[in-house]
T-cell receptor
Framework: ELKVEQNPLFLSMQEGKNYTIYCNYSTTSDRLYWYRQDPGKSLESLFVLLSNGAVKQEGRLMASLDTKARLSTLHITAAVHDLSATYFCAVDQGETSGSRLTFGEGTQLTVNP | DTAVSQTPKYLVTQMGNDKSIKCEQNLGHDTMYWYKQDSKKFLKIMFSYNNKELIINETVPNRFSPKSPDKAHLNLHINSLELGDSAVYFC??????????FGPGTRLTVT
């Protein structure tokens, strides 16, 4: 059974600082997604990582995927308050599983002024 | 234009009742999903349909029954509601194996 673990689960940081959220998963997969969820809202897709070594950047967020280490990272550069949200990674278990996504527990990020 | 829509947004009901949640997508996707998000924000897949065919059927109580009348719609019917069913239910859609787009969620409260 695929397990997806994120750490940290809670992250409080100051504006302007850098930090990395880690997503480890237990079985082979070639697809990983990062989503953002604001309180009381839906999930918004941030990044789709489709191959080993994939790196995607959007604004102050950068995501990477190492399929050999079964690890993805979401790096935050010079955090701003607007980035406060819960961030989820989700791993695709493959076509034979019906492309089901297994989500990590989420990282609740609070950026303080 | 709303890509994935769900109705109702909020649902408050008593134990033992039967209720339905509806989902529609206008993205032309062939696959739709139901997820449950519990009070700790943990998200878990419940069901998935591809071209109206059930392809994911997780271990959920058989009080939960999905129905897909066509590729653009996926409904969730819940019989004999229990307190533990209280959660936020998200519908999502995608082309198979591609990025999933989520609806706004339905917050179900069972009293």
């Amino acid at each position: 059974e695929l397990k997806v673990e994120q750490n940290p689960l809670f992250l409080s940081m100051q504006e302007g600082k850098n930090y990395t959220i880690y997503c480890n998963y237990s079985t082979t997969s070639d697809r990983l997604y990062w989503y953002r969820q604001d309180p009381g809202k839906s999930l918004e897709s941030l990044f789709v990582l489709l191959s080993n070594g994939a790196v995607k950047q959007e604004g102050r967020l950068m995501a990477s995927l190492d399929t050999k280490a079964r690890l993805s990272t979401l790096h935050i550069t010079a955090a701003v308050h607007d980035l406060s949200a819960t961030y989820f990674c989700a791993v695709d278990q493959g076509e034979t599983s019906g492309s089901r996504l297994t989500f990590g527990e989420g990282t609740q990020l609070t950026v303080n002024p | 234009d709303t890509a994935v829509s769900q109705t109702p947004k909020y649902l408050v009901t008593q134990m033992g009742n039967d209720k339905s949640i509806k989902c529609e997508q206008n993205l032309g996707h062939d696959t739709m999903y139901w997820y449950k998000q519990d009070s700790k924000k943990f998200l878990k897949i419940m069901f998935s349909y591809n071209n109206k065919e059930l392809i994911i059927n997780e271990t959920v109580p058989n009080r939960f029954s999905p129905k897909s009348p066509d590729k653009a719609h996926l409904n969730l019917h819940i019989n004999s509601l229990e307190l533990g069913d209280s959660a936020v239910y998200f519908c999502a859609s995608s082309r198979l194996r591609l990025e999933q787009y989520f609806g706004p969620g339905t917050r179900l409260t069972v009293t």
